[in-house]
C-alpha cells in the first residue's frame, strides 16, 4: 500500500462526507418545512371545521327557535278562527231568533251608516250625504258578523306581530 494513497482517499472520503451532510440536511429541511407546513394546514383545517360546526349549530337553534313561533303562530290563528266561528254562529242565532225579540225587521242599517263604517275601516274621509237616513238591503247580523271578522283578522296579526317579535329575541 502507498502511504500517498492516504492522502488520495482523504480527500474523496471528506468530500464524500460533505455530500452526505449537505444531501441529509437538505433533506431534513424539506421534510421539516414540509411537516411544519401540514401541521399549520391541519390546524387552520381543524379550526374552520370547528367554526363551520359551531356555527351550523346557532343556525340549526335558530330555526328551531323559528319554527317554534311559527307553530305557535298557526296554533294561535287556528284558536282564533275557531273563535270567530263561535261568534259568527252566535251572531246568526241574536238575529233570526225572534225569541229574543229583535226579529229580522226590528233593526235596520242606514247608507250612512254604511258610508262611515266603511270610511273607518279605510281610514278615509267621509262627507254626509243625501243618501244617509235610507234604509240600506244589509241587516245588523251582516254587519256583526263583519266586525267580529275584522277583530279576528285584527286580532291574528297582533298575534303574528307578537310571535315575529319574541322569534327575533
Not at 424539506?30 to 363551520?52: M, Q, V, W
Not at 259568527?88 to 242565532?93: D, E, G
Request: positive net charge; charged residues 15%; hydrophobic residues 35%.
Amino acid at each position: 500500500m502507498n502511504p500517498l494513497n492516504i492522502f488520495s482517499a482523504i480527500p474523496s472520503a471528506v468530500i464524500a462526507i460533505l455530500i452526505a451532510s449537505v444531501l441529509s440536511a437538505s433533506g431534513g429541511f424539506y421534510f421539516g418545512s414540509s411537516y411544519r407546513t401540514n401541521y399549520y394546514e391541519a390546524k387552520i383545517s381543524k379550526d374552520e371545521l370547528t367554526r363551520k360546526q359551531n356555527y351550523e349549530k346557532a343556525l340549526s337553534a335558530q330555526q328551531a327557535k323559528n319554527n317554534l313561533a311559527v307553530s305557535q303562530l298557526f296554533k294561535l290563528i287556528q284558536e282564533e278562527q275557531n273563535k270567530n266561528a263561535n261568534y259568527q254562529s252566535q251572531v246568526k242565532a241574536i238575529y233570526t231568533n225572534s225569541s229574543f225579540g229583535m226579529g229580522g225587521n226590528s233593526c235596520y242599517v242606514s247608507y250612512g251608516f254604511i258610508r262611515l263604517f266603511n270610511a273607518s275601516a279605510r281610514g278615509a274621509e267621509s262627507t254626509p250625504s243625501s243618501t244617509d237616513y235610507l234604509r240600506s238591503p244589509i241587516d245588523l247580523a251582516s254587519v256583526l258578523s263583519t266586525i267580529v271578522e275584522n277583530h279576528g283578522k285584527y286580532r291574528q296579526v297582533a298575534d303574528q306581530i307578537e310571535s315575529l317579535k319574541s322569534a327575533s329575541q
